[in-house]
């Protein structure tokens, strides 16, 4: 699949094993999905730009490398991407944070907006969507059509588990957006839920149903 990245991580299949399981309590989905938003974040950002830098050690100076001045934006989907969030700017705590809330029509399966709040230089920065789940589709290309009116250098999607549909979706409609996922499961069912999947990610994640 083109502009599709599988991130097979050994230790991100393995957390994902345990993020499927339904036995799997609040508490421990919370810790899990925090923990590979940080891995899968450690695997996407391995080509920023490097620039040296001379720093003193406690011995002599040593020539170094910081990343370059690179200015990156994460916007998870509400309210299930925000599992994804403190995971990642663990890692990259100058990264700027958006929101977009959108909800699924129970009827047409299509995204309905109610919120949105991006960062006010997101021309300066390389932006990655936020949201577990990549099932039908609709509302990660609702975001991406958002962000694309404010006019970001960059837009990526990073995903736990996505389905062919939502795939196909996405590269449809925005097919220059490279999406990252741990995993591409079987196919939707008839609810538009990702089969096998890890059930509904949001209320997994917050104890509501």
Do not use: W
């Not at 899990?32 to 899968?40: F, H, K, N």
């Not at 837009?155 to 996505?162: D, F, G, P």
């Not at 591409?184 to 990702?194: A, F, H, R, S, T």
């Amino acid at each position: 699949m083109e502009n599709t990245v599988i991130i097979d991580h050994p230790l991100i299949q393995h957390k994902l094993t345990y993020i499927r399981d339904k036995k799997t309590g609040t508490k421990e989905f919370r810790e899990l999905v925090r923990e590979v938003g940080a891995l899968m974040a450690f695997e996407v950002t391995r080509n920023l730009p490097l620039e040296e830098k001379e720093v003193d050690t406690p011995l002599a100076k040593a020539k170094c490398r910081v990343v370059a001045g690179k200015k990156l934006g994460l916007v998870p989907i509400l309210r299930a991407g925000l599992g994804m969030v403190e995971g990642i700017t663990d890692l990259i705590p100058g990264a700027r944070v958006g929101h977009v809330g959108l909800y699924r029509d129970p009827d047409t399966l299509e995204p309905v907006e109610y919120y949105c709040k991006l960062p006010s230089d997101l021309g300066k920065r390389d932006i990655f969507i936020l949201d577990p789940m990549l099932a039908t589709g609709g509302s990660a290309a609702a975001a991406i059509e958002l962000i694309k009116k404010r006019g970001p250098r960059d837009i990526n999607l990073l995903v736990l588990l996505a389905a062919p549909e939502g795939i196909e979706r996405v590269h449809r409609d925005h097919p220059e957006v490279t999406i990252y996922t741990a995993c591409v499961d079987q196919k939707l069912n008839e609810k538009g839920y990702i089969v096998p999947g890890l059930g509904d990610a949001g209320d997994r994640l917050y104890g509501t149903r």
